[in-house]
Protein backbone atom coordinates (compact mmCIF):
# COMPACT_ATOMS: atom_id res chain seq x y z
CA UNK A 1 0.00 0.00 0.00
CA UNK A 2 1.40 3.07 -0.73
CA UNK A 3 1.38 6.58 1.79
CA UNK A 4 1.75 9.34 -0.51
CA UNK A 5 0.42 9.49 -4.41
CA UNK A 6 3.39 10.02 -7.04
CA UNK A 7 5.54 7.16 -6.84
CA UNK A 8 7.21 4.53 -8.98
CA UNK A 9 6.62 0.64 -7.89
CA UNK A 10 9.40 -1.56 -9.21
CA UNK A 11 8.33 -5.05 -9.70
CA UNK A 12 10.77 -7.92 -10.06
CA UNK A 13 9.86 -12.06 -11.27
CA UNK A 14 12.24 -14.68 -10.47
CA UNK A 15 11.18 -18.33 -11.95
CA UNK A 16 12.81 -21.90 -11.82
CA UNK A 17 12.01 -22.52 -15.69
CA UNK A 18 12.24 -26.11 -17.33
CA UNK A 19 13.36 -23.79 -20.97
CA UNK A 20 13.80 -20.25 -21.87
CA UNK A 21 10.77 -18.27 -21.21
CA UNK A 22 8.35 -15.57 -21.57
CA UNK A 23 7.45 -12.52 -19.52
CA UNK A 24 4.72 -10.26 -19.99
CA UNK A 25 3.75 -7.96 -16.99
CA UNK A 26 0.37 -7.22 -15.94
CA UNK A 27 -1.77 -4.76 -13.88
CA UNK A 28 -0.50 -1.83 -15.54
CA UNK A 29 3.21 -2.28 -15.11
CA UNK A 30 5.50 -1.87 -18.16
CA UNK A 31 8.56 -4.50 -18.57
CA UNK A 32 12.23 -2.56 -18.29
CA UNK A 33 13.98 -5.97 -19.13
CA UNK A 34 14.69 -9.47 -18.60
CA UNK A 35 16.69 -12.43 -18.46
CA UNK A 36 15.69 -15.54 -20.69
CA UNK A 37 19.08 -17.35 -21.47
CA UNK A 38 19.45 -19.24 -18.47
CA UNK A 39 17.62 -22.78 -18.06
CA UNK A 40 17.43 -22.43 -14.26
CA UNK A 41 16.56 -18.99 -12.86
CA UNK A 42 15.33 -16.60 -15.44
CA UNK A 43 13.74 -12.84 -14.14
CA UNK A 44 11.38 -9.71 -14.92
CA UNK A 45 12.16 -6.23 -14.22
CA UNK A 46 9.09 -4.21 -14.17
CA UNK A 47 7.54 -1.10 -13.37
CA UNK A 48 4.45 1.32 -12.70
CA UNK A 49 4.19 5.06 -11.66
CA UNK A 50 1.16 5.99 -10.26
CA UNK A 51 -0.29 9.18 -8.80
CA UNK A 52 -3.03 8.18 -6.17
CA UNK A 53 -2.70 6.22 -2.94
CA UNK A 54 -4.11 2.57 -3.10
CA UNK A 55 -2.69 -1.03 -2.79
CA UNK A 56 -0.98 -2.10 -5.87
CA UNK A 57 0.27 -5.77 -7.48
CA UNK A 58 2.37 -6.50 -9.41
CA UNK A 59 1.67 -9.47 -12.06
CA UNK A 60 4.03 -11.17 -14.52
CA UNK A 61 2.70 -14.20 -16.57
CA UNK A 62 5.57 -16.90 -17.46
CA UNK A 63 5.78 -19.77 -19.71
CA UNK A 64 7.46 -22.75 -18.97
CA UNK A 65 7.21 -21.47 -14.91
CA UNK A 66 8.19 -24.51 -12.88
CA UNK A 67 8.25 -22.37 -9.68
CA UNK A 68 9.32 -18.48 -8.62
CA UNK A 69 8.06 -15.12 -6.68
CA UNK A 70 7.16 -11.72 -6.82
CA UNK A 71 8.50 -8.47 -5.22
CA UNK A 72 7.29 -5.01 -5.20
CA UNK A 73 9.15 -1.91 -3.55
CA UNK A 74 7.77 1.91 -3.87
CA UNK A 75 10.00 4.28 -4.28
CA UNK A 76 8.84 8.27 -3.33
CA UNK A 77 10.16 11.55 -3.10
CA UNK A 78 11.77 12.15 0.29
CA UNK A 79 12.21 15.79 0.15
CA UNK A 80 8.58 17.73 -0.15
CA UNK A 81 10.20 20.36 -2.28
CA UNK A 82 10.91 17.97 -5.26
CA UNK A 83 14.25 16.39 -4.92
CA UNK A 84 15.93 13.57 -6.55
CA UNK A 85 16.27 11.14 -3.58
CA UNK A 86 14.36 8.46 -3.54
CA UNK A 87 13.11 6.17 -0.48
CA UNK A 88 12.90 2.72 -0.85
CA UNK A 89 9.53 0.66 1.21
CA UNK A 90 9.48 -3.03 0.40
CA UNK A 91 6.02 -4.56 0.27
CA UNK A 92 5.58 -8.53 -0.07
Known sequence: TTTQ???ILI???GAACSANTAF???NSFTKLLEQTSN???Q???SYRLV???GTFEASTA???LTSGGILVASFKDVD????DTLMPQICF
Open 80 to 83: AGGG
Open 39 to 41: TVW
Open 62 to 64: VTN
Open 24 to 26: TAN
Open 43 to 45: GCL
Open 5 to 7: ANE
Open 51 to 53: TAT
Open 11 to 13: GFC
